[in-house]
């Protein structure tokens, strides 16, 4: 707490309105996700989808708990380019743009711990 | 020259691992004296990691018997306090690195000509309602732990285009990642982050694809596919991942260079409109990415770059 009130310093309209375009992230951009079983988890029928970029990853885990109909406790492990997990919080289309091969992002599913 | 590199690479590696936030830390909906806590602790650090003694050290001295036994860890959440900034609030996330916190706590404030210097790292502790589907990682130390070696594969993948030298890691090395953090070990640690994180040797032939056979041969942050390198931006946004290339026109690409790049509508006139933070200090414009990300990366290998924008 300050001795004097001072009003806090503002930050210029224009560097406003550049923040609030980079907050828009990747909207109106979809990337495509290719869904790969691992070990002995369901297979699905379709297992290409198309994705918002915009979207975090744990939307993309419970949309493919619902396509495998899998319950809240049923254990779903995933990955990327079968090599690591991505963390729940990842921005969909910050993956695809670091990981994706030939324009997919490659996501692999597993009922169990595949690669720690 | 490798050796050479090693040793000052080791020198600025140590002073990002020394670097250390102080915090205040205040309990939500508690009148009494004792309500605040001050903690120093390491930037490399996870706030999960410090709760048993924030636990003793407040939660213990606040609540009676009856409530300390009603209490659960798994319910406590850290907020960050945004008074005095135009932006709001959030939830610390478990599996933030201390040094993230304190990052998104500076973005919270613009930079001004009348600032009065470094403040401690201001954080409420809720001990109900944790706002689990936020939160993405409990917080318990295996969850936390999970997470920090998801987070290095993913950047040994960024660097090379596969984890081949986290997974050919000895066990052992590979555990001394966590273990040198949990146990604030610099060496420790070094084991596995020394056997995966490239040094900088500048004069790397760049681009080359590197054939498996050529695996003794020491890593270059120079000759690496991408850096592993994440953007935060304040107010909410989400963070910045995209490839970055340790070499532009086959010269090291530079800070400022990048960030023209990535956010141009902030960069395009220097610093004078927003400003790169990392491990808590201001980055110089004209230091090499990849020199950066060898050098003051975090404790898993993301080099993290705050950007605090700066007031009229």
Same mark, same amino acid.
């Given at each position: ?19 609030? =375009? ?22 699905? =029928? ?9 979207? =975090?990853f ?19 492990f995933t990955y990327i380019?079968?090599a690591f997990a991505p963390t729940p ?24 711990q595949a690669w720690g | 020259? /490798? &050796? ?35 903690? !120093?602790?390491? %930037? ?5 990691? #410090? ?6 050290? #407040? ?31 959030? /939830? ?12 998104? &706590?500076?973005?919270?404030? *613009? ?35 999970t997470h920090?070696v998801s987070q290095?594969k993913e ?15 000895? %066990? ?33 032939? *760049? ?48 800070? #400022? !260079? ?13 610093? %004078? &409109?927003? !400003?790169?933070? /990392? !491990?808590?200090?201001?980055?110089? *414009? ?27």
């Open positions: 707490m300050s001795a004097v009130d001072v009003p806090p310093p503002a930050i210029p309209a224009a560097t406003l309105a550049a923040l609030d =375009k980079y907050k828009a992230g990747h909207k109106d951009t979809k990337v495509v996700v290719l869904f790969k079983s691992i070990g002995s988890a369901p297979i699905m =029928k379709n297992n290409v989808f198309k994705i918002s970029a915009n979207n =975090k744990h939307t993309v885990s419970a949309f493919l708990r619902k396509q495998l109909g899998l319950k809240a406790a049923d254990p779903l380019n079968g919080d990842d921005v969909v289309g910050n993956l695809y743009d670091c990981f994706q091969t030939g324009e997919r992002l490659i996501v692999n599913y597993s009922n169990t | 020259m /490798a &050796a050479a590199v090693q040793s000052s690479t080791n020198l600025f590696r140590r002073l990002a691992w020394s670097a250390t936030v102080p915090l205040h830390i205040r309990l939500a909906d508690a009148g009494g004296p004792v309500d605040h806590y001050f903690i !120093q602790a390491p %930037r490399y650090t996870y706030l999960a990691l #410090l709760l048993p003694t924030i636990r003793e050290h #407040l939660v213990e001295l606040v609540l009676d018997d009856d409530a300390l036994a009603r209490t659960s860890e798994s319910e406590w959440w850290f907020e960050l306090d945004a008074t005095d900034s135009p932006f709001g609030s959030d /939830a610390v996330r478990w599996h933030w690195p201390l040094d993230l916190v304190d990052l998104c &706590a500076c973005m919270l404030r *613009p930079a001004s000509a009348t600032e009065s210097g470094p403040e401690p790292l201001r954080l409420i502790l809720h001990l109900t309602g944790a706002p689990a589907d936020k939160l993405a990682v409990p917080p318990t130390l295996e969850a936390v732990k920090f290095v950047a040994d993948f960024v660097r090379w285009g596969n984890t081949r030298r986290v997974t050919g890691l000895r %066990r052992t090395d590979l555990e001394a990642g966590w273990d040198g953090v949990a146990t604030g070990d610099y060496d420790l640690h070094q084991r596995m982050a020394g056997r995966i994180v490239p040094l900088p040797i500048p004069s790397s032939p *760049p681009t080359s694809p590197q054939p498996d056979r050529d695996r003794d041969k020491v890593d270059s942050a120079y000759a690496a596919r991408s850096l592993p390198i994440k953007v935060y931006l304040p107010d909410g946004a989400a963070a910045i991942q995209a490839p970055v290339a340790p070499l532009t026109d086959g010269r090291p690409t530079t800070l #400022l !260079q990048y960030l023209e790049a990535t956010l141009p509508l902030l960069f395009e006139n220097g610093y %004078r &409109a927003a !400003q790169p933070i /990392a !491990q808590g200090i201001l980055l110089p *414009p004209d230091a090499d990415v990849a020199w950066l990300a060898a050098c003051m990366a975090s404790a898993d290998g993301w080099l993290r770059i705050g950007i605090r924008l700066v007031a009229e």
